[in-house]
């Protein structure tokens, strides 16, 4: 790591590839994942993640994909990994199982364009946002629901986003940017910032700016997740590469990438390159720069470097949810420490293991349900605080929780910039105004 956590660190060693399947030869047969897996707990779907993980995964090559379809029943919340005393990547195994499948043309045609659709939020986003008002009505309208069940499978009561009315890039453009910071970093803003919460990215800017820091905001793409979710690898392998072309030469010169979707920092970093075997030089450089928003404040705070004096207060009690993407990461609870910082701010935070949504696996209306009881106890624990909103860092996490409860949801950035006395958009603005 660099000196300073804004500059670069370009003596990236060489990775020493190890294919994820060959972890499996850890697995001691303990079943701690099984017990931690939110999945098997609420259905008989899927077996647990040891039995579609090692031990499925000594059973399948390329001519035989998987021994059954049981794997897709996997939402990739990592909760397994995280407890895996042998460091088994269960996970990632289920990911290239399903992956097999996929390749395999084992899915329904239906499904799979469902699947495609749904994987592709910068696609959907181009269409839907430059007419948000009427692509917003046919969504949420019972008309709209009902086709999206019928032609589609997807459920009726799945999280849809409401487009923005503007996209965040324009509004990033055409705004008249402070004089140029002491140091620069690149922001990701991802599609959910993009196209449907604009609101994220500008608090995120405002938190940067504050600090004194130059934000960029070079051109980018989808991260690719949902596509490797759904096992289309060659089309998140796509995605992925044009991100490394575009925003590795801001590597090279010095810059860090600083995202506030949690997903999307885990995929530059992690995912992706685990994912697809995808370990070039560029790949790695651009994984070891890359930050979530509150990891990298946590760090400025370490350092004594970030803005704490003059907060304003905000007198809430708020629910936190830190989703699973979050925790994959490994970073401890830098949301929890910046929160901390913002006077009269009361944060009680989950013991839910996930929200259930699982990025697109709630919006399926054959595990909707399943998204749904996984969640249960954690849309119960959102109206024990009964707060007047919520707090988590991942879009579709926040999506979920807000359509199962009614309470509204924002990423924790927004009350940062708050406390930094910036104008506050959408739920946030109507509880401090």
């Known amino acids: 790591m660099s000196q300073n956590i804004w500059e670069a660190h370009l003596d ?10 060959l972890t499996l030869d850890n697995c001691i047969k303990c079943n701690i994942c099984v017990t931690a897996c939110p999945v098997t707990a609420v259905t008989d779907l899927f077996p647990g993640p040891k039995y579609e993980g090692p031990q499925a995964g000594r059973f399948r090559h390329a001519r035989q994909p998987s021994p059954d379809h049981s794997v897709d029943y996997c939402n990739g919340c990592r909760v397994c990994n995280m407890v895996c005393p042998t460091g088994v990547r269960i996970a990632e195994i289920n990911g290239r199982a399903r992956h097999d499948i996929v390749t395999a043309g084992q899915v329904p045609l239906r499904r799979k364009l469902r699947n495609n659709l749904i994987a592709r939020p910068e696609l959907m986003g181009k269409f839907g946002q430059p007419v948000a008002p009427a692509a917003n009505r046919l969504l949420h309208s019972g008309l709209g629901r009902f086709l999206a069940k019928v032609l589609l499978e997807i459920a009726p009561g799945a999280p849809l986003p409401r487009f923005s009315r503007e996209r965040f890039s324009r509004w990033a453009k055409k ?4 004089a140029p910071g002491r140091h620069k970093v690149v922001y990701f803003h991802g599609c959910s910032t993009e196209y449907f919460e604009a609101r994220v990215g500008k608090a995120a800017v405002q938190v940067l700016e504050a600090n004194g820091f130059e934000v960029l905001i070079p051109p980018q793409n989808c ?3 949902p596509l490797l979710s759904n096992g289309e690898f060659a089309a998140a392998q796509a995605y992925h590469e044009r991100n490394i072309h575009k925003l590795v030469d801001y590597v090279k010169q010095g810059c860090v990438i600083v995202g506030t979707s949690t997903s999307c920092t885990l995929t530059l970093k992690e995912e992706a390159p685990e994912l697809l075997s ?3 030089k560029d790949s790695q450089l651009l994984a070891a720069n890359t930050f979530d928003i509150h990891e990298f404040l946590g760090h400025l705070l370490d350092a004594g470097e970030l803005k704490t004096e003059g907060l304003t207060s905000i007198p809430l009690t708020l629910a936190y949810h830190p989703p699973c993407q979050y925790r994959a990461h490994r970073i401890g609870q830098p949301s929890m420490d910046i929160m901390a910082l913002i006077p009269d701010l009361t944060v ?4 839910a293991a996930c929200c259930g949504v699982g990025g ?14 996984m969640g249960q106890s954690l849309f119960d624990f959102v109206h024990e605080v009964n707060g007047p909103l ?3 860092d991942s879009e579709t996490c926040r999506w979920h929780i ?3 409860t009614g309470t509204p949801f924002i990423h924790p950035i927004e009350l940062l910039a708050a406390a930094y006395g910036h104008d506050v958009e959408g739920p946030l603005a109507a509880v401090i105004k």
Do not use: F
Not at 175 to 178: E, G
Not at 360 to 373: C, D, L, P, R
């Open 12 to 21: 990236v060693p060489s990775h020493t590839h190890r294919p994820v399947e």
């Open 175 to 178: 705004r008249q940017a402070p």
């Open 223 to 225: 991260c690719g997740l």
């Open 278 to 280: 995808y370990y070039t």
């Open 348 to 351: 009680i935070k989950s013991r």
């Open 360 to 373: 697109t696996y709630g919006y399926k209306a054959e595990k909707h349900t399943i998204s749904m009881n």
């Open 390 to 392: 919520a707090v988590c």
């Open 402 to 404: 807000a359509q199962a």
